[in-house]
């Protein structure tokens, strides 16, 4: 771009430039009519060629300037040059906050200036704006002190959907980056609020969760791997923080804080804490634990890169073992059948890690529990005809506490909560059911067998008979309950407890009849 020192914009007299970042250049210029400083953020020259830009910018120029908030920077003007358009705002005599970001941030001022971007998000989001480029160089500090947030809402004026997904480098880091907004799909408050949760990951530990070589690369840890545990790189944050953290980073934002300012208000209550009491995470409820996959475009095209990263096509043909029951074994090769098989719950985030691995035709998992929290998930597989039974020759090898391992069936009478687990379970690998619903919390559990010890294998199934859910365990009926309709689809799962649980197991024989 053109340099601009020394020109006019329309009533604004360039003086220098302050910096330029991914897509636009800001200038520090004077107005002399009102007699003061402003900087001017100039857009690319390209995109006031584009039919409908202006217009675009007009509109969502003025949804950003109805925002009045202290911590907010105040727009002032928006117009065109030539082929310039450009953005005047309030002049801030101050650095971002990367330039503070060299090593760790003492707790209270990293609460410091999350509450305060938290308040300028809250009066964002409740006027329906999403910032969407939450990051440490869009949060002026004066003084190092008084956060200011900026470009609210200028990603989505500067990115077109096609550019969003065709390259990270389009819309600048993708280090702040939200799964959702990664994957290309709509995004609302709750994935600002997983930016302002990578800054804060960042203050606390000296470093943002993910790296890799390149944009593309870093997307796909945001989509698929867990971050770091934050107290395994800064041992000093306490185990209350740590949750606060980790709950802003979740995958889906379901299970992110719902507002911003709810970060705060926890963080904030997580320092009072360590101060009084040592704290302790809080468990969730079981039934709670389950149908975290996210399901939908997103996951096909993370499906697709996953496979092309690891070399494996996403195709695969079933052998057919008998007129209706089809032997389901996709593991006879290096990697799970993406065209089949999509990675759930935690275990989504932990594909590139030792977690998950295809030994000899099974599908095993070597679980370590480093995240201080449930961590569960498994492969599930969706499919458009009715489910009639499932089943997997099912073994544990060595396990802690409340881990377990097995086959649950999701959506039982066509509600999507509901879901029917038969699990192995140590430290005697005695075979139990558990029939639940993750909204209604209600739940039911059946011992079915009783165990003589780890390493310990059966043959476990789920089946519907039209009136009954049943399961079995080694070709026998153990226990049923009533059902309307069957269920929708199921998922080869595990549950590892916390702190430091562990669970080594695997699956194969996997068979599936179908009702139709
Ligand atoms: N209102 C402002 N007052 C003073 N400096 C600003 C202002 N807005 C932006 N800057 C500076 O200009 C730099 C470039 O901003 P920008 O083009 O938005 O790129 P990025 O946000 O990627 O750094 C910022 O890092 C900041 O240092
Ligand atoms: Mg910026």
Same mark, same amino acid.
């Given at each position: 771009?053109?340099?601009?020192?020394?020109?006019?914009?329309?009533?604004?007299?360039?003086?220098?430039?302050?910096?330029?970042?991914?897509?636009?250049?800001?200038?520090?210029?004077?107005?002399?009519?009102?007699?003061?400083?402003?900087? #001017?953020?100039?857009?690319?020259?390209?995109?006031?060629?584009?039919?409908?830009?202006?217009?675009?910018?007009?509109?969502?120029?003025?949804?950003?300037?109805?925002?009045?908030?202290?911590?907010?920077?105040?727009?002032?003007?928006?117009?065109?040059?030539?082929?310039?358009?450009?953005?005047?705002?309030?002049?801030? &005599?101050?650095?971002?906050?990367?330039?503070?970001?060299?090593?760790?941030?003492?707790?209270?001022?990293?609460?410091?200036?999350?509450?305060?971007?938290?308040?300028?998000?809250?009066?964002?989001?409740?006027?329906?704006?999403?910032?969407?480029?939450?990051?440490?160089?869009?949060?002026?500090?004066?003084?190092?002190?008084?956060?200011?947030?900026?470009?609210?809402?200028?990603?989505?004026?500067?990115?077109?959907?096609?550019?969003?997904?065709?390259?990270?480098?389009?819309?600048?880091?993708?280090?702040?980056?939200?799964?959702?907004?990664?994957?290309?799909?709509?995004?609302?408050?709750?994935?600002?609020?997983?930016?302002?949760?990578?800054?804060?990951?960042?203050?606390?530990?000296?470093?943002?969760?993910?790296?890799?070589?390149? /944009?593309?690369?870093?997307?796909?840890?945001?989509?698929?791997?867990?971050?770091?545990?934050?107290?395994?790189?800064?041992?000093?944050?306490?185990?209350?923080?740590?949750?606060?953290?980790?709950?802003?980073?979740?995958?889906?934002?379901?299970?992110?804080?719902?507002?911003?300012?709810?970060?705060?208000?926890?963080?904030?209550?997580?320092?009072? =804490?360590?101060?009084?009491?040592?704290?302790? /995470?809080?468990?969730?409820?079981?039934?709670?634990?389950?149908? #975290?996959?996210?399901?939908? =475009?997103?996951?096909?095209?993370?499906?697709? =890169?996953?496979?092309?990263?690891?070399?494996?096509?996403?195709?695969?043909?079933?052998?057919?073992?008998?007129?209706?029951?089809?032997?389901?074994?996709?593991?006879?090769? /290096?990697?799970?059948?993406?065209?089949?098989?999509?990675?759930?719950?935690?275990?989504?985030?932990?594909?590139?890690?030792?977690?998950?691995?295809?030994?000899?035709?099974?599908?095993?998992?070597?679980?370590?529990?480093?995240?201080?929290?449930?961590?569960?998930?498994?492969?599930?597989?969706?499919?458009?005809?009715?489910?009639?039974?499932?089943?997997?020759?099912?073994?544990?090898?060595?396990?802690?506490?409340?881990?377990?391992?097995?086959?649950?069936?999701?959506?039982?009478?066509?509600?999507?909560?509901?879901?029917?687990?038969?699990?192995?379970?140590?430290?005697?690998?005695?075979?139990?059911?558990?029939?639940?619903?993750?909204?209604?919390?209600?739940?039911?559990?059946?011992?079915?067998?009783?165990?003589?010890?780890? &390493?310990?294998?059966?043959? =476990?199934?789920?089946?519907?008979?039209?009136?009954?859910?049943?399961?079995?365990?080694?070709?026998?009926?153990?226990?049923?309950?009533?059902?309307?309709?069957?269920?929708?689809?199921?998922?080869?799962?595990?549950?590892?407890?916390?702190?430091?649980?562990?669970?080594?197991?695997?699956?194969?024989?996997?068979?599936?009849?179908?009702?139709?």
């Amino acid at each position: 771009m053109a340099d601009l020192r020394g020109q006019t914009l329309g009533q604004y007299r360039v003086i220098t430039q302050i910096g330029a970042g991914g897509m636009a250049t800001v200038y520090k210029a004077y107005q002399p009519a009102l007699d003061r400083t402003v900087a #001017i953020k100039v857009l690319p020259e390209y995109l006031a060629d584009q039919p409908g830009f202006i217009d675009r910018f007009k509109i969502e120029a003025q949804a950003i300037a109805r925002l009045d908030h202290p911590h907010i920077v105040p727009i002032y003007d928006f117009g065109q040059a030539g082929q310039l358009a450009y953005l005047v705002m309030k002049y801030i &005599p101050a650095g971002t906050l990367t330039d503070f970001l060299a090593g760790p941030f003492e707790p209270k001022r990293a609460a410091s200036v999350v509450r305060q971007i938290a308040e300028a998000l809250d009066h964002a989001h409740q006027q329906g704006v999403v910032h969407r480029d939450v990051k440490p160089s869009n949060v002026l500090m004066q003084d190092g002190k008084w956060a200011q947030l900026t470009d609210f809402g200028l990603a989505k004026i500067l990115t077109s959907p096609s550019q969003l997904t065709a390259s990270g480098a389009s819309v600048g880091t993708p280090d702040y980056m939200s799964p959702e907004q990664a994957r290309g799909e709509p995004v609302d408050a709750r994935s600002d609020i997983y930016s302002l949760g990578v800054i804060l990951y960042q203050m606390l530990t000296g470093d943002v969760p993910f790296h890799a070589d390149s /944009p593309t690369g870093v997307m796909l840890k945001h989509v698929l791997e867990p971050p770091p545990p934050p107290r395994k790189i800064n041992p000093g944050i306490s185990p209350a923080t740590e949750q606060v953290i980790l709950r802003a980073l979740a995958k889906s934002p379901d299970e992110r804080f719902a507002r911003a300012v709810d970060l705060a208000d926890a963080l904030e209550r997580s320092l009072d =804490l360590d101060a009084t009491r040592p704290a302790t /995470p809080v468990a969730s409820p079981r039934a709670g634990r389950w149908l #975290i996959a996210a399901v939908g =475009l997103g996951v096909v095209i993370v499906a697709a =890169l996953i496979a092309l990263l690891i070399g494996q096509s996403p195709s695969g043909t079933a052998s057919v073992t008998g007129p209706r029951e089809e032997l389901f074994d996709d593991f006879g090769g /290096p990697a799970i059948d993406a065209a089949r098989w999509t990675y759930t719950g935690t275990f989504a985030a932990a594909l590139d890690s030792s977690a998950v691995s295809i030994q000899n035709g099974r599908l095993v998992y070597q679980i370590q529990n480093t995240v201080d929290d449930y961590f569960d998930g498994g492969v599930r597989h969706d499919s458009s005809r009715p489910l009639q039974r499932v089943s997997a020759r099912v073994t544990l090898l060595d396990a802690t506490g409340n881990s377990d391992i097995g086959i649950q069936v999701n959506g039982i009478d066509g509600d999507p909560d509901s879901w029917a687990y038969i699990a192995l379970a140590p430290s005697d690998g005695s075979v139990n059911a558990y029939v639940g619903n993750s909204r209604t919390q209600q739940q039911e559990n059946f011992s079915l067998l009783l165990g003589t010890g780890m &390493p310990a294998t059966h043959e =476990l199934a789920i089946g519907w008979d039209g009136t009954r859910l049943i399961f079995y365990v080694d070709g026998k009926e153990s226990e049923s309950v009533a059902t309307q309709t069957r269920g929708q689809w199921f998922q080869l799962l595990f549950d590892v407890d916390y702190p430091d649980g562990r669970l080594s197991g695997s699956f194969d024989d996997v068979r599936i009849t179908y009702g139709d």
